[in-house]
């Protein structure tokens, strides 16, 4: 199994443009979480699905972010415009919902100048 | 509301000491209880979990944790830190039907050569 995959691994982009993030959850789960990691804040959950339906959004920090999950291999994480305090380490996970198991992927690092 | 409290924020150990990390949650029913390593620069990755059955869970690398109904705790243990345990932890506890974990907010451990 290849785990969550989740791109690109880096980005850099500047103030103002649009930043959309990947993520493929490990086959079969059915729950799938996006999380923010910065240094003052920690680990956030922004937003999760079960069964490519949106459950609980609250944790996504305003409305330039947004969230979507086309089908069961496929979900996206899109900034725009995006702020330099957007700045952090952007982790995807999956799971079977029942379980609670989290699998992350490795992340991707986020920097806006 | 659910919540996790790790009581240590930043722990400082030499290696062959022994390591306890406290964890506390805030849910009086059926939880499942897990705990995260995070090495530097790399993604979460499950250390141990608990379900049900034997209250004392082993997990990898010589980790172990005790789930005492009681007292809402899920405390990690290593009887003999190594260098390379140097990492940040993290508790997350799973309640009711959400299918989403609740995270501690981490505490980082350093172990001295």
């Known amino acids: 199994d290849a785990g969550v995959i989740q791109s690109p691994r880096h980005e850099v982009t500047e103030m103002g443009q649009e930043v959309t993030l990947r993520c493929k959850p490990i086959?079969?789960?059915?729950?799938l979480f996006w999380y923010r990691q910065t240094m003052m804040r920690g680990l956030e959950l922004l937003i999760y699905?079960?069964?490519?339906?949106?459950?609980?959004d609250s944790g996504m920090p305003e409305d330039r972010f947004s969230a979507k999950m086309p089908n069961a291999s496929f979900s996206t994480l899109k900034i725009q415009p995006s702020e330099p305090r957007d700045s952090a380490v952007y982790f995807c996970?999956?799971?079977?919902?029942?379980?609670?198991?989290?699998?992350f992927g490795p992340g991707t690092r986020l920097t806006v100048t | 509301a659910q919540s996790v409290s790790q009581h240590n924020h930043h722990v400082i150990l030499s290696e062959a000491a022994s390591l306890e990390l406290g964890c506390n949650y805030s849910y009086g029913g059926t939880v499942n209880l897990f705990w995260y390593v995070q090495y530097p620069g790399q993604h979460l990755q499950l250390l141990l979990k608990y379900f049900s059955g034997d209250p004392l869970v082993k997990g990898i690398k010589g980790f172990e944790a005790e789930f005492i109904k009681s007292k809402f705790s899920f405390n990690l243990r290593k009887p003999s830190v190594q260098w390379s345990d140097t990492a940040e932890y993290f508790c997350a506890v799973g309640s009711g039907n959400t299918g989403k974990l609740i995270f501690g907010q981490g505490t980082t451990l350093q172990v001295k050569p």
């Open positions: 996970a999956s799971s079977f919902q029942d379980n609670y198991e989290q699998y």
């Open positions: 086959s079969g789960h059915n729950s």
């Open positions: 699905f079960n069964n490519n339906v949106p459950i609980d």
